[in-house]
Each structure stands twice: as structure tokens, then as C-alpha cells.
């Protein structure tokens, strides 16, 4: 008998369109979230393991690309560009909303503290039972074990 759905978050609930992302931040900031040359910054590993802050990661960003920017204005303008486009499948939601009377659900996500935040405000999890992200426990991709060896709680 089934009782429980465990869900992943990214590319499940919403595409994120990181190229957008990064040129809408560019423009806004004067501040690439990616490096030029392709890939992610190696504090983004620490920053999703929750080894560091979110001030502290947009302090690195700055520091990395000898940036003056405020954090305050970095924090806004990735804000509303991981909402533009990283947009939350509404069909998504009402699937969820249907097994949620009947079902456990949860979700495990590699995810950071300012990510989970932007999708706790937009309600994203509203509908799971539990959540399982990489910053809390420490893990990337580890996490799905730790649920697997965890009981069942609501």
C-alpha cells in the first residue's frame, strides 16, 4: 500500500532558467552569479551544504568579481530573477494538493537557505509534510538516503 510521495523540487516544480538568471542579475548588479568561463563558484558547494550564510555567499559573490554592490541590492535582484524565471508549475501544485489528502508527502531538494526562503514565500511547500534540503543536512544528493533511513513522521 502506498503512503507516502516523495517529490524533488527542481525540474519537478519548476524549471529554473539559470542563463536568465545570471544575465537579469548582470544587468541589475553588475554581478554574474556564474563565473564567465561556465560552471559555479566553489563557495556555491558550501553555500548549499549550509557551511555558509546567505550574507556571507553574497559577500564571496562580490569579493570574487571585485563587486561594490550592496547585498541588499544583489538579495533583491536574484530574488525577483530566480521568481521570473524559475516559475512554479501550478499543475504541479494542484497534483500535490490532490495526494495530500490521502498521502505523506515530502520533499528532498538540493537547495540553499535564500532559495528555500523565496519558495517558502511563494508557497511552495505549503503542501509537504516534511522537506529534506541540502543545506540543513549538510549533503548533496546524500539527503535521499537519510530519508530513506528515517521513520515516517507528520
Known amino acids: 500500500m502506498i503512503t507516502t510521495f516523495l517529490f524533488d523540487i527542481g525540474g519537478v516544480f519548476f524549471e529554473a532558467d539559470w542563463e536568465k538568471i545570471n544575465q537579469y542579475i548582470y544587468q541589475k548588479t553588475g554581478v554574474p552569479i556564474f ?8 563557495f556555491y558547494v558550501d553555500f548549499s551544504l549550509g557551511e555558509i550564510t546567505i550574507n556571507d ?11 561594490t554592490a550592496q ?9 525577483k530573477a530566480y521568481t521570473t524565471y524559475a516559475p512554479i508549475d501550478k499543475e504541479m501544485l494542484k497534483l500535490i494538493v490532490s495526494l495530500h489528502t ?3 508527502i515530502a ?8 532559495h528555500e526562503k523565496i519558495n517558502q514565500e511563494r508557497g511552495l511547500f505549503k503542501e509537504f509534510d ?8 549538510g549533503a548533496l544528493r546524500r539527503i535521499r538516503i537519510f530519508f530513506q533511513n528515517s521513520p515516517q513522521t507528520r
Do not use: H, M, Q, W
Open 35 to 42: 563565473p564567465l568561463n561556465g560552471g559555479r563558484y566553489d
Open 107 to 114: 520533499c528532498v531538494t538540493n537547495t540553499n537557505r535564500f
Open 102 to 104: 490521502n498521502y505523506f
Open 71 to 79: 547585498i541588499s541590492s544583489l538579495k533583491k535582484a536574484y530574488k
Open 130 to 137: 516534511k522537506k529534506f534540503t541540502s543545506y540543513k543536512y
Open 57 to 67: 555567499y553574497f559577500k564571496r559573490l562580490r569579493k570574487e568579481v571585485n563587486s
